[in-house]
């Protein structure tokens, strides 16, 4: 009984070394805008095993508003990390790298930017100079689609989920509202900070479609919801780092920071990819990557139901086995 | 020459006479929750003439944000005037009739309370006690489903479009956002009139699909139209009348003014019906004006293009030829 309750022990603790948040100094970032992060510090976390030949990595960034820790139950039982070695990157911006809650001064940042911070905590901290593969969901796909034009040899595989190689109309309208509403509350962090109240519900009226909504709630609930929403989104997300990550996606353009055409896409693109999309989303406009896909040769799946955005979850089988057929 | 001149004059004044609006004063008008609005007053308009029998009138009143001026180019050409009395109505709380923006300590109002005061109108102004049919598009819509319930016997004919018997869970969603953005501005006038460009920006997230904007619309172009919804919106609508809707709108709910369930409902309802829903509105929810008609005994028309909300307009021609087959 002794033995079993200390190998439990033991086995947890090694988890929980593989879990824990680990933080990389990658010195003075100089961002695509110039200016310049000193100390800038990039957190992350592992799961299982580099490889001897150093060929079984894969990155994988957060989303937009979102940390590792948020990664590891979604990431962790995505990707066997028996055989894989896993990395998880808070995206420059997100309140656990650098980022503006954390730093003074921070710049703005684009995509481009959380990718070279990336490439730098990977070559420089981890000696990582080759990826097995590069994935991410949401604003992780928008880093992947854009390591793709920014290290095109540097990967064997791509999986932008719900991601986009480009903003369209209706994303640039969705994120300039929420940037916008922050910015209506004036100067005042107080106030700054429980605008956050009514960004909560901007997002959810786009993270999943009417349809969902209407399916899993009921009326009468709508006004405890909205609350309790906007206390989360109070108490857990800071603005300013919220508007530093909608700057950073609204600058993504990978046609621009590549200067190279969709046309062109098919020669520059080394990687192989695996592209899967929501039909149904409304928070990243899925037509960018649709129309990618169909020029570039690319696995490519689509999520149809109607959670729209959250498909990743509501179809998490069909993301699980389309994944794991690809890698 | 002469002759001609005077004629198209004369026509056109008849014309301007019939355009222009007219203001009912229906005297103290107590409302659902139990206040009074003293000396309140309706604005509306009429085209065609009202036959000897008091036969041939349709109501139509005004949709979320709208103005009967708003209508002429709409319903106006939607009904066949050489044979119908249309009236177009400003609903309470637009600006126009009695609002918080010209009576002060104007009340919370409700859908019903818009109905009551259109009835008001109706009997004792225009002593019309029946009405040919009472149709309206979104708020409109929810009038045209209230005054079924609120007087049964009143009219022949009823055609609710895009609006909806009962507000959904996402109606609410959206709804209460539109209102908090406004009340985060605090009391200052200026920022709560302010608060309108945001506003703008999220109504404008639902009106349409997705789809739509995609493809109507160029990515590089969305900050410019952003900024001028934005313009539009503080120039053109006061905060106080939009919360002021709003709150009737939260407040809908058929099933709860009538006391009658949904089951109840084909015995209780004694007009002919057309329901014409927009099934990928994002704006005003359709599940409830479905469920609806598919108890109820009516005809029902589905628009299913990218419009959403903005239906009536992109398939109007559809719409037209249902209305007009229907009355």
Known sequence: MKRLLFLFCFCASQLM?????KFANIGSFKTQGGKTIQNCKL??????????????????PTWFGGKSENLVSNAGTMIDTTKFYLILVDALGNGVSSSPSNTPAFPDITIRDMVNSEY?????KLHINHLYAIMGISMGGMQTFEWL?????????????????????YDILLWKTEWNIIEQAGKNPAARKNAMRQVA????????TPDYYIR???????????????????????PENWICQIKAMLSQDIYKTSGKSLAE???YIKAKMLVIVATRDGMVNPQSAMDFAKVVNTKYVEL??????????????KVKKAVSAFL
């Open 120 to 124: 730098a905590l990977l070559t420089q």
């Open 304 to 317: 149809t139901g109607d959670c729209g955005h959250l498909a990743t979850g509501c179809e998490s089988d």
């Open 43 to 60: 957190a992350y976390r592992t799961f299982g095993e580099l490889n001897a030949e150093k060929s079984n990595a894969i990155l994988f």
């Open 149 to 169: 034009v920014a290290y095109p040899d540097f990967m064997e595989k791509a999986i932008p989920i719900v991601g986009t190689p480009k903003q369209s109309y």
């Open 265 to 267: 896409m098919p020669e």
């Open 17 to 21: 070394a593989q879990n824990s948040l």
């Open 201 to 208: 519900t901007v997002h959810n009226l786009n993270l999943a």
């Open 216 to 238: 899993t709630e009921q009326a009468e609930n709508a006004y405890a919801k909205i609350q309790k929403a906007g206390d989360d989104y109070v108490t857990n997300n800071n």
